[in-house]
């Protein structure tokens, strides 16, 4: 399986800002996947990136939000744009294996203030 | 709408107390059921694929095994190392490889 790395950690914003968050694995990869966990709740997807192409979001979420960058099949960032408090959350980046099934990263752990 | 209810929501077992964690899907079209552990402050950690009907996967003291509406996750003689929280997922045959979560089984072993 894939080693998935993820910066930050962790972070603690303000309401209004925006922040980055990186995604890398040890490997090439066809298809990248970022998910939102909220606090007690289960993951849900954000957006599926692709190499070379836009990002495919799901409803409910918008490009202006949550854009999404793929510059090569080793690394993706995921924005968190003009953020309030309900954007506190841990964000979660995964890649597809050989079996159709995913590999996640440790995730970022998000607070807005 | 693909839907995934998992139940219990909590449960608290001793150790060597078998039992077993249920999730139930509604999907249009499945091509895969996943297993996934998840210990605080970390990412799933993948566990199983089913794929059809009567499948079943082992893996130590686990068991996960499928049906047309339902996959159980079975764990025996588990050990308080098994703490953690169970999440069951399904992926559509439309869209692009999309997991689906269930809410989870928060698990706890007591020694």
């Known amino acids: 399986s894939a080693v998935i790395s993820q910066k930050p950690s962790r972070d603690i914003c303000q309401r209004g800002t925006s922040l980055t968050i990186q995604c890398q694995v040890d490997?090439?990869?066809?298809?990248m996947f970022w998910y939102r966990q909220q606090p007690g709740q289960s993951l849900t997807l954000i957006a599926t990136a692709n190499q070379g192409s836009e990002a495919t979001y799901e409803s409910g979420f918008v490009i202006d939000k949550f854009p999404i960058s793929r510059p090569n099949l080793t690394f993706s960032t995921l924005t968190v744009s003009n953020m309030s408090p309900e954007d506190s959350s841990i964000y979660l980046c995964?890649?597809?294996?050989?079996?159709?099934?995913?590999?996640f990263g440790p995730g970022t752990r998000l607070t807005v203030l | 709408e693909d839907q995934v209810t998992q139940s219990p929501e909590a449960l608290r077992l001793q150790e060597g107390e078998s039992s077993s964690l249920n999730c139930s899907y509604t999907?249009?079209?499945?091509?895969?059921l996943f297993w996934y552990r998840q210990d605080p402050g970390k990412g799933p950690e993948f566990l199983f694929t089913l794929y059809s009907a009567g499948e079943e996967k082992e893996k130590e003291r686990l068991k996960a095994t499928l049906t047309k509406k339902e996959s159980f996750l079975h764990i025996t003689a588990p050990k308080p190392e098994d703490s953690a929280t169970y999440l069951c997922a399904v992926q559509p045959t439309q869209g692009a490889q999309k997991l689906v979560f269930g809410q989870g089984t928060r698990l706890t072993i007591n020694p």
């Open positions: 995964s890649v597809d294996g050989q079996y159709n099934e995913q590999f």
């Open positions: 490997s090439q990869v066809t298809m």
């Open positions: 999907v249009s079209g499945l091509r895969g």
